[in-house]
């Protein structure tokens, strides 16, 4: 490194946006450069300092402070600091010191950078390379914005979101059976539309018991970070920014429909905030008649109207009768679906087309076919002649398989709601547990019927049905179902159990108890705990070796996590309504709960909790299978089922509310069946491209790539990584960290997992995949930055001559567009590389990338930088052939470019726009996005150009 003295100019190698820096101080082997472009200073150690001299050579053009500009033609050293002289485009003559450069100049080109001195280290030149092989090869995948989820990959759930994330704002309604995930299915769809571009701003509207649930379900699973509004955080935004509206304070905003329905000042502020994607949950409160709409639905109605995109999701889309079916399909679609009557027709009309399908699936379709010609009618008649004629010739030649299968996707395609209706079954998705129900009858305690009578007679019914409300104080002792859940733990010790109460208190207390006063490894987990108290415990119970045997959840247990490694769950009460309690057991029955769920439940064996668990056992039979009827059957029976419970109906009238609720559960339950739409359910999952998807995520995550790819990097930045336990690391910037922030990695920093399996069980770890923040962030910053775009290395090989010059570039297909447009899903390359020699030869070929990095050896800085400048004149010209030679390739790239997005985008719009003519859920504003988007991709194709990105100067030794 040269001698620094006051007046030169040097150039920062870790923060090149600063600018040409000027010596201002040289003193106690420290340097203080001023960087006058932006306004700072820096100090550095004289022995370390990483910077580099900048000397411009005869020849090139620079500028001065006051935007003077000249070519230099003579440069002379006067005492330590350079003097140029030049002439001007007029060619008149002048000379200025290079204290008076223009500091704004900044080396973008990376042999600019190469020829001021700033000379990377070949870990960071290949690095860079890889992130951008890395980058491409996702922005391809088929599974590109579905990865990044902490979620099983289960093929239905991706299926309907792969469907529906890469439509044009998307407006659908999400029906799937309770325990499907519908929640994950809208993260997954909104991710993959926030990751491309297709969506920036998304509101969901949900009832006020969910909000808590899916701001967790979106920040953990989707690392979505959205702000929840209410009446007080409005408030506070708007003193604290005068005139705001809150709705526009973020991106993602979460509320609850109460807020917006009693405010309509609210709700014309969110109306006015402008939002790509609107979620709805529970979307079938939404009451709606022809001659009335209530208050909730008239508030999601005006804010469908002025959002594109529309996600609605309910458990019930049938259940509440055609005209609320019908109510939700018109908020999606108002022009489609304006007429109720005209509905009701066309619903009867898909029949014959479901049953066609049903035909053609059977496993004796050939031989229906054969000896029915009725079925050549129909499908003639739905999809025309040509189809028909195929499928007879291919029925002659035994050769059906592949034609039905097209004749199904046809039928499915063009007719029913499964453009805008998605909805899976529990009996048509394999995977689910049996669920055993364990009962246990416990005599009331002493103190229950002694001291406290007079007290029970005027007992609410919460307290009825939470003892620990009336027993106060003395509960623990008093209560049997204390005693019973201690003997239970002490008999399963090897056995995990997930218990869960009404109330944190509750939890809290019981937690207590059975950790300091019968030595039981006990975690409890409430709504009164930290996000950051709730992972903790939460993985406490997860883990393998030395964890929880009892996890004590209060109801907010039942919300939004998912304890499928456990298969015991102990209702310490039950709660008043089915749909929740179908949430609790859902935390354990799940796709994937590799054993049975064990359901055991404690109760008094006289009273509100035995006549409520006979009505959910006898009348619903909601333990032992899932009931989708739950909340329609709770409503109807409810008059009847309060005064039971407060032991106001005797026996026998107690035994007809339960057999009378069996008999309306076996007619509701068996109606759905016979209603189920096969056309539709066909339509919510195709088998198999979900299991495409399915192994296309797996390829992408389950590759030990990433995480070389991530330890490389986390080591140049100087990211600290340790050892946790097997497949998990923790992640802390370090101290002499390369950069201010490293994006994505909290200052305490985070413990992370690569492993999907430890991601899903435990939830206080990342789960870092190629679209974790971290991981995306880093890849743009070393792809956006000048990182590793220049580097200079030896190599020993016999046919080359001791100093033999070579350079290494590599270009990139250079297209500014719109992000949502992902123009890179249509290049079929976007990285290019050249070698070449000072004979302008091309050894592209023979040089190899691999055949490179094996031989390179590293040159010091120094010495590198001295090579560089006497060889200027060489690398320019090596630049200008390598430049030449991928010039001449860019017309075939784009020339593909153009072909697959005819491919695409072409077939997809000629698909809809048939598809239009027989199927009116096809909108015209989707068909008419494909056809701009695809005129748009086309056109900023056409400007697309290959742009160097990085280069190498390769010596020969």
Not at 241 to 260: M, T, Y
């Amino acid at each position: 490194m040269s001698e620094f003295i006051a007046g030169q100019r040097w150039i920062s190698n870790t923060e090149s946006s600063l600018g040409l820096g000027i010596v201002v101080e040289v003193a106690n082997r420290r340097v203080v450069i001023s960087y006058p472009a932006v306004e700072e200073e820096r100090t550095y150690a004289t022995d370390n300092a990483p910077l580099s001299r900048v000397i411009y050579p005869v020849g090139e053009k620079v500028s001065s402070a006051l935007g003077m500009k000249i070519t230099i033609e003579e440069a002379e050293e006067l005492d330590g600091c350079m003097v140029y002289h030049g002439s001007d485009r007029d060619g008149d003559m002048f000379s200025f010191e290079e204290i008076d450069l223009d500091s704004s100049v900044h080396f973008s080109k990376p042999h600019d950078r190469l020829f001021a001195g700033q000379v990377e280290k070949n870990s960071r030149f290949n690095l860079r390379v890889q992130s951008l092989k890395h980058q491409f090869n996702h922005f391809q995948s088929e599974s590109y914005g579905l990865i990044g989820g902490r979620v099983q990959l289960l093929p239905h759930q991706l299926y309907i979101a792969h469907q529906v994330s890469r439509r044009f704002a998307p407006r659908v309604l999400l029906a799937d059976e309770v325990g499907l995930g519908k929640t994950i299915e809208a993260g997954l769809i909104l991710h993959q539309q926030l990751v491309s571009g297709k969506a920036n701003r998304v509101l969901i509207v949900v009832p006020d018991s969910l909000v808590h649930q899916w701001l967790i379900e979106m920040l953990r699973r989707f690392n979505l970070r959205f702000s929840i509004l209410d009446e007080l955080r409005c408030q506070a935004l708007e003193l604290s920014n005068d005139g705001i509206n809150p709705f526009e304070s973020a991106q993602l905003v979460l509320c609850n429909l109460s807020f917006l329905k009693s405010s309509p000042d609210r709700l014309i502020q969110a109306l006015d905030a402008g939002w790509d994607t609107l979620v709805v949950d529970e979307a079938h409160h939404l009451s709606w008649s022809e001659e009335q709409s209530s208050p909730e639905y008239l508030c999601i109605e005006a804010l469908a109207r002025e959002v594109k995109g529309l996600l609605l999701l309910t458990a019930t889309p049938e259940q509440l009768g055609v005209n609320s079916h019908f109510a939700r399909l018109r908020l999606l679609d108002p022009d489609r679906y304006y007429d109720l009557e005209k509905f009701r027709e066309e619903e009867t009309s898909y029949q014959p087309v479901s049953k066609l399908v049903e035909q053609l699936l059977a496993e004796d379709a050939k031989e229906q076919l054969q000896d029915a010609p009725e079925v050549f009618q129909q499908l003639t008649t739905y999809l025309g002649a040509e189809t028909v004629a195929q499928l007879q010739e291919e029925l002659a030649n035994d050769t059906l398989e592949h034609a039905l299968d097209d004749a199904v996707n046809s039928l499915l395609d063009h007719h029913g709601t499964g453009r805008v209706l998605f909805r899976n079954t529990r009996d048509g998705v394999a995977g689910f547990p049996q669920r055993i129900l364990h009962s246990y009858a416990l005599p009331e305690p002493d103190l229950y019927l002694e001291s406290e009578k007079d007290l029970m007679a005027e007992a609410e019914l919460d307290q009825l049905l939470h003892p620990e409300l009336i027993l106060a104080d003395r509960w623990l002792e008093a209560d049997p179902r204390v005693e019973w859940l201690v003997d239970w733990l002490k008999q399963n010790r090897d056995q995990k159990a997930l218990v869960i109460c009404a109330y944190a208190e509750t939890a809290k207390s019981l937690e207590e108890h059975l950790r300091l006063y019968e030595g039981i490894r006990s975690s409890v987990f409430h709504e009164g705990m930290s996000l950051v108290n709730r992972d903790r415990a939460a993985a406490y119970f997860a883990d393998e070796d030395e964890s929880a045997q009892v996890l004590i959840c209060s109801e907010i247990g039942s919300e939004g996590r998912n304890f499928q490694f456990a298969s015991n769950l102990v209702l310490f009460d039950l709660p008043l309504n089915p749909d929740l309690l179908e949430q609790r057991i859902g935390r354990l029955d799940r796709i994937g709960q590799r054993n049975d769920v064990q359901i055991h439940v404690p109760y008094y064996e006289f009273g509100a909790q035995a006549l409520l668990l006979d009505w959910y056992h006898e009348g619903l039979n909601c333990f032992e299978r899932a009931c989708p009827a739950g909340q329609v059957l709770f409503d109807q029976f409810l008059d009847r089922l309060i005064p039971a419970l407060y032991s106001e109906l005797d026996e026998a009238e107690q035994e007809l509310l339960i057999s009378d609720t069996r008999a309306a559960t076996d007619t509701l339950l068996a109606d759905l069946q016979q209603g189920r739409d096969r056309l539709l359910e066909l339509n919510s999952c195709n088998t198999v491209k979900a299991a495409d998807i399915v192994e296309s995520v797996e390829q992408t995550t389950a590759s030990n790539e990433l995480s070389r790819y991530m330890e490389r990097l986390f080591d140049q930045f100087g990211v600290e990584q340790q050892h946790h336990s097997s497949n998990c690391i923790i992640l802390t910037p370090g101290e002499h960290m390369h950069c201010e922030s490293f994006p994505g990695l909290p200052e305490d920093g985070v413990t992370a997992t690569y492993n999907r399996n430890i991601a899903l069980s435990r939830e206080d770890m990342q789960f870092l995949s190629w679209e974790h923040p971290i991981v995306s962030g880093a890849l743009d910053m070393v792809i956006d930055s000048e990182f590793g775009n220049t580097a200079l290395c030896s190599i020993k090989l016999p046919p080359l001559k001791p100093g033999t010059l070579l350079l290494e570039a590599i270009f990139t297909v250079h297209c500014t567009a719109p992000k949502q447009m992902q123009i890179q899903r249509y290049l079929p390359q976007t990285l290019t590389r050249v070698v070449v020699d000072t004979n302008n030869a091309d050894l592209s070929g023979i040089l190899t990338e691999k055949h490179i990095n094996n031989l390179a050896e590293r040159v010091g800085k120094r010495q590198a930088v001295e090579i560089v400048k006497h060889t200027r004149a060489e690398v320019t010209k090596m630049v200008d052939f390598a430049e030449t030679i991928a010039d001449k390739q860019a017309p075939d790239i784009i020339d593909a470019a153009n072909a697959k997005v005819e491919e695409l985008l072409g077939a997809e719009e000629s698909r809809l726009v048939a598809l239009a003519a027989v199927n009116p859920n096809i909108r015209e504003d989707e068909i008419a996005f494909v056809s701009e988007t695809k005129a748009a991709v086309l056109d900023h194709l056409a400007a697309a150009q290959l742009k160097l990105d990085a280069v190498r100067v390769i010596i020969a030794t």
